[in-house]
C-alpha cells in the first residue's frame, strides 16, 4: 500500500463524509433546541433534485445549491408548522416528511432522471494545495468540501461562544424555564428547524451536484438516518461530529477500497457496510444509559405546551 | 374573531374524523395537483381512484395489494401501542421473503403437502428472526430503535440483492437477477378463479381478527397498552417491559415476514429484487391513519392498496410518474397528523372577553 493509495482513500473518505457532515451539523441544532427532526432524508431528497432542476435549467450551479438550500427550509417549515404549531408527535411528523420527500423527490424529478451536469470542480486553494501530503488531502476539493469545513467551525464557534448559541442551548434542556426568564422557545425552534432543513438541503444539493452530478431516485440512500445516528455518535457535541462524518464516509467506501485491493466479495454484502456499522456505532454508545442521558438535550423530542 | 382554545378533554368525534378530514384533504390536493398538471381534475381523480376498481378484476387487485400493507400494519400498531417505533417492517417483510424463497427453492423438485406450511413458516420466522434483533439491540444496547430498524431495512435490502445475485440466482436465468420459478406445490392457491386474489388474503383478515382480541381481551394486550401509555405505571404493576419489547418486535416480524413469503409464493411466483414496493413503509402511515385499530386500519388498508392503483392508473392513462403515489402517501400522513391537533384544541368564534375567560377555565382544567 503506497503513500497515493492512501492519499486517495482519505480524499474520497473527505468528500463521502461531507453530505454527512453537513446534513448532522444541521440536525444537531436542531436537535439542541429539544426538536427531533427525523425527516431529515426527505428534506435531502428534495434538496438533491431541486438543486439539479434549477442548475440544469439555469446552467448555474451557484443557483442550484441556493434552491437545494431553500428547498430543504421549505420543507422543514412544513415540520415546523406540524410538528411545533400544531404540537403534533415529533417522530411522525418527521417520519411523514421523509415519505412525503421521497415521493415528492421522485415525482418533479421525474423527467430529470438520467440526465447529467457538470457538477462542482475541483477548486486547489493556491500554495495550500502544494503542502505535501496535507494539500492534496485538504486542501484540492470542490467549493461546498471548503463550505462544510467553514460551517463546521461556525457552529462550534456559535454553540460555545454566543449568546444566540447559548439560549438555544437552554431552550433544549428546559424550555420552561426559558420561557420564565423570558426566552421565546417557539421562535428560536422555528429558527432551529429552518437552519436543519437549509443543511439537509445543501446535503442533498452537494450530492446532486458534486458528489455525483446527476439525480436518481431515493439518491440519498438512508445518508440522512445516519446522519442521526451520527448526531447520536458524537453525543450532540458538534466538536465530534467532523470525525464521525469522516468515520462513516470510510464505512461507504470500504467496498472501493476492497475491490481496489482485488479481494473480491460481492458489492451487495459490501454495500451494506455503512448501515451495519451505524448499528455498531449505536450498541457502542447507547448501552450506557446513564451518558445518553447525560448528553442528550433533555427536552428532545418532548411537546412543548405554550402556557397560556 | 377566530381563535384556538384546548379542549378540557380529547375529542373521541375529531379522533374518528381527523383521518377521514386528511383523506379529503388529500383529495383535494390531488385536485389542485391534476390541475397544476395541466389535466382535468375530475378527470385525474376518477382515473387515480374510481377506474382502478371499477371492474371485479380491479376489487380482486385491491385485495392482492391490501394484504401485505395489512399484515405489516397490524403487527406495527401492536408495536406503536407500545411505544415501540418500530419502522422496520419492510425489512422484516424482505427478510421474511428472502428466508420463504430459500424455503421454496429446497421444494423445487419434491411435492409433499408440507411444502406451502413449511415455506410460510420459513418466511414468518425470517421475519421475526429480522425483528428480534432490533429488539435485543433495545432491551440489552438501550439502542434507539427508530434508527436500528431503518438501518435494518437497508441491510435486509442488501442482504436479498446478494441472495438474487448470488447464491438464489437461476442457474438457467440467463444470468438475471432472479430465482428460479417456484414449483405448484409452494405455489399460493388462488380463492377465485380469473383473478390473483390467495388464501394469503384470508390470513391478513385472521390477523385482523387475532390482533383485535390480543389488544382488547388479553392480558398481555393490556399491558402492552398500559406501557404504552405511560411506561412508569407498567414498571410499577411489574410489567416485564423487555419481554414486551421483544414480544411485540416479534409479533411485528412474524407478520411481516409472513407478507413477504406470501408476496412471492403469490402473487410474484419467485423472487424477484423488487419484492415489495415500499408496502412495510406504506403500512406506518395505514396503521397511523386506522388510528391503531384493527379495524380502522383494515379500511386504511383499502385505501393505501388503491392508493397503489391508482398511481399505475394514471401512469397508464394520464402518462404521468408512477411517482404520484409517494406523494400521495406523505401528504395522506402529513393531513392527518395536522388534523390531529383538532383532537386536542379547538377553533372558536368569539370575541376578546371570551378568550381570557375560556382560557381561564382552560387552564383550570389542565
Redesign the interface.
Known amino acids: 500500500m503506497d503513500m497515493d493509495f492512501v492519499i486517495n482513500v482519505l480524499y474520497a473518505m473527505i468528500r463521502t463524509g461531507t453530505p454527512l457532515l453537513i446534513v448532522a451539523l444541521g440536525e444537531l441544532i436542531c436537535e439542541r433546541s429539544g426538536v427531533l427532526n427525523?425527516g431529515q432524508e426527505?428534506m435531502m431528497l428534495v434538496g438533491a433534485v431541486c438543486g439539479f432542476m434549477v442548475a440544469l435549467t439555469t446552467g448555474s450551479l451557484v443557483l442550484g445549491v441556493l434552491a437545494a438550500m431553500l428547498a430543504g427550509c421549505l420543507m422543514s417549515l412544513?415540520f415546523a408548522?406540524?410538528?411545533l404549531g400544531?404540537?403534533?408527535?415529533q417522530?411522525?411528523?418527521g417520519?411523514?416528511?421523509t415519505?412525503?420527500?421521497?415521493?415528492?423527490s421522485?415525482?418533479v424529478g421525474?423527467s430529470f432522471v438520467g440526465q447529467t451536469l457538470q457538477g462542482f470542480k475541483a477548486l486547489p486553494v493556491p500554495f495550500l494545495s502544494d503542502i505535501p501530503l496535507l494539500g492534496p488531502l485538504l486542501f484540492n476539493h470542490d467549493v461546498l468540501v471548503y463550505l462544510s469545513f467553514g460551517l463546521f467551525a461556525g457552529v462550534i464557534w456559535f454553540l460555545r461562544s454566543t449568546r444566540a448559541g447559548l439560549i438555544l442551548k437552554a431552550i433544549g434542556e428546559t424550555p420552561e424555564s426559558a420561557t420564565a426568564v423570558g426566552l421565546p422557545v417557539m421562535r428560536v425552534r422555528y429558527l432551529a428547524v429552518l437552519f436543519g432543513g437549509a443543511m439537509a438541503g445543501l446535503a442533498g444539493g452537494y450530492l446532486s451536484l458534486a458528489y455525483t452530478p446527476l439525480w436518481a431516485?431515493g439518491m440519498t440512500?438512508?445518508r440522512g438516518?445516519i446522519a442521526?445516528?451520527l448526531v447520536?455518535f458524537a453525543s450532540w457535541r458538534a466538536e465530534r461530529v467532523m470525525f464521525g462524518a469522516y468515520l462513516f464516509g470510510l464505512a461507504s467506501i470500504l467496498h472501493l477500497i476492497v475491490q481496489g485491493m482485488g479481494v473480491s466479495i460481492?458489492s451487495?454484502?459490501l454495500?451494506?457496510l455503512p448501515?451495519?456499522v451505524?448499528?455498531l456505532v449505536?450498541?457502542l454508545l447507547?448501552?450506557?444509559?446513564a451518558r445518553?442521558r447525560l448528553y442528550a438535550p433533555m427536552s428532545l423530542g418532548k411537546p412543548f405546551h405554550r402556557?397560556? | 374573531m377566530l381563535r384556538i382554545e384546548?379542549r378540557p378533554v380529547e375529542s373521541r368525534l375529531m379522533g374518528y374524523l381527523s383521518p377521514v378530514l386528511a383523506a379529503v384533504l388529500t383529495l383535494v390536493s390531488g385536485a389542485l395537483l391534476f390541475l397544476l398538471l395541466g389535466q382535468s381534475p375530475a378527470e385525474g381523480l376518477h382515473a387515480f381512484f374510481i377506474m382502478p376498481v371499477s371492474d371485479l378484476y380491479g376489487l380482486s387487485e385491491l385485495g392482492v395489494k391490501a394484504a401485505p400493507i395489512l399484515l405489516c400494519a397490524m403487527g406495527l400498531a401492536v408495536c406503536y401501542r407500545a411505544k415501540v417505533?418500530n419502522?422496520g417492517a419492510e425489512g422484516q417483510l424482505l427478510f421474511g421473503a428472502l428466508i420463504g424463497s430459500w424455503a421454496a427453492l429446497q421444494f423445487l423438485h419434491t411435492e409433499s403437502a408440507w411444502a406451502l406450511p413449511l415455506v410460510l413458516l420459513a418466511g414468518a420466522l425470517g421475519g421475526m428472526f429480522w425483528g428480534l434483533i432490533p429488539a435485543l439491540?433495545r432491551t440489552?444496547?438501550?439502542?434507539?430503535e427508530?434508527?436500528?430498524t431503518?438501518?435494518?431495512n437497508?441491510?435486509a435490502l442488501?442482504?436479498l440483492?446478494?441472495g438474487v445475485?448470488?447464491p438464489l440466482k437461476d442457474p438457467e436465468g440467463y444470468n438475471f437477477p432472479e430465482s428460479a420459478l417456484f414449483s405448484d406445490s409452494t405455489l399460493l392457491p388462488t380463492l377465485l378463479e380469473g383473478t390473483r386474489v390467495h388464501i394469503g388474503v384470508l390470513f391478513a383478515l385472521l390477523a385482523v381478527a387475532v390482533v383485535w382480541v390480543l389488544l382488547s381481551r388479553t392480558f398481555i394486550g393490556f399491558q402492552i397498552r398500559v406501557l404504552g401509555l405511560d411506561a412508569r405505571a407498567a414498571h410499577y404493576a411489574g410489567y416485564h417491559e423487555k419481554r414486551l419489547v421483544i414480544f411485540v418486535l416479534l409479533l411485528c416480524g412474524g407478520l411481516a415476514g409472513l407478507a413477504g413469503v406470501l408476496e412471492v409464493t403469490g402473487p410474484i411466483g419467485q423472487l424477484v429484487p423488487q419484492v415489495s414496493p415500499g408496502y412495510g413503509?406504506a403500512a406506518?402511515?395505514v396503521a397511523?391513519l386506522g388510528r391503531l385499530h384493527p379495524l380502522g386500519i383494515l379500511l386504511a388498508s383499502l385505501l393505501m392498496a388503491l392508493v397503489y392503483m391508482g398511481g399505475e392508473m394514471v401512469q397508464i392513462e394520464l402518462g404521468l410518474?408512477q411517482?404520484?403515489?409517494?406523494?400521495?402517501?406523505?401528504?395522506l400522513?402529513?393531513y392527518l397528523?395536522?388534523c390531529?391537533?383538532l383532537i386536542?384544541y379547538r377553533v372558536r368564534w368569539g370575541d376578546r372577553a371570551a378568550v381570557t375567560k375560556s382560557?381561564a377555565t382552560?387552564?383550570q382544567g389542565a
Open positions: 427525523l426527505g412544513l408548522v406540524v410538528a400544531l404540537s403534533a408527535t417522530v411522525a411528523t417520519l411523514a416528511l415519505i412525503l420527500g421521497a415521493g415528492l421522485a415525482f421525474e431516485e440512500a438512508g438516518w442521526l445516528a447520536v460481492s451487495n454484502l454495500a451494506m448501515y451495519v451505524t448499528i449505536l450498541v447507547s448501552s450506557n444509559s445518553v402556557t397560556q | 384546548k417505533w419502522i439491540l440489552h444496547f438501550n439502542t434507539n427508530i434508527l436500528t431503518i438501518m435494518l437497508y441491510i442488501n442482504v440483492l446478494y445475485h448470488g413503509y406506518i402511515i397511523f410518474p411517482a404520484l403515489t409517494g406523494l400521495f402517501q406523505g401528504m400522513l402529513l397528523l395536522a390531529d391537533f386536542h382560557a382552560a387552564s
